[in-house]
């Protein structure tokens, strides 16, 4: 239901009004705008969503399981000036990295992780008229590490930042027999 009421009691009369309803907008992922709200993502992929009213914060939670250099890209809507901010854990005292590029320009950022911490990344408009029906997208990259066996020189393991493991197997002769992959997340 819509109502419309006059600011006060004199406010009324036989006059017509207009009431306009704008689009409405699909937000992917809202509520998102606290750190207790924030959106579970994974590294390597690409997400896509809005800021769409004035002052709109997107919060998103990645948890590496590996140390080592992340970054993560934001690609705003051509019109819009949105900026990325990294916090570690959910305190905005804990800011880790940012960018704030114009409008039409990727920011990208690009931080060390630590193992099993948390970091959030915020998405926000620069100014308050930087949000709109125009989607950005935000994209994790993926934080490989490779371990090697010190004797032998050979490949032990590589593990992902979302946790995912291979591990490879020798026999004396120094030949490959097997390469089992443990799922992370």
């Given at each position: 239901?819509?109502v419309v ?5 004199t406010?009324f009369?036989p006059?017509?009004y207009?009431?306009s309803l704008?689009?409405i ?22 997400y ?17 399981k590996?140390?080592?250099?992340f ?10 000036n949105y900026?990325i901010?990294?916090?570690e854990?959910a ?8 960018s ?11 931080f ?7 970091y959030f ?20 990259g993926?934080?490989?590490k ?5 004797v032998?020189?050979?490949?032990k ?9 291979i ?7 120094g ?7 443990i799922?992370?997340?």
């Amino acid at each position: 239901y819509i109502v419309v009421y006059g600011a006060n009691a004199t406010e009324f009369g036989p006059d017509p009004y207009t009431l306009s309803l704008g689009r409405i907008l699909l937000d992917t992922n809202e509520p998102n705008g606290t750190f207790e709200q924030a959106v579970p993502v994974k590294p390597g992929k690409v997400y896509e969503s809005y800021i769409s009213i004035s002052n709109d914060k997107d919060v998103y939670l990645f948890t590496s399981k590996v140390e080592g250099n992340f970054t993560v890209t934001l690609t705003s809507p051509s019109e819009k000036n949105y900026d990325i901010d990294v916090f570690e854990t959910a305190s905005w005292s804990k800011w880790v990295a940012g960018s704030y590029n114009l409008s039409g320009q990727k920011d990208k950022v690009s931080f060390n992780v630590k193992r099993n911490t948390q970091y959030f990344i915020v998405i926000s408009g620069k100014e308050a008229v930087d949000f709109g029906p125009d989607s950005y997208t935000l994209s994790f990259g993926n934080l490989v590490k490779y371990y090697y066996d010190p004797v032998t020189n050979r490949l032990k393991s590589i593990q992902d930042a979302s946790g995912r493991e291979i591990h490879y197997y020798y026999d004396n002769n120094g030949n490959l027999t097997n390469v089992e992959t443990i799922e992370g997340e």
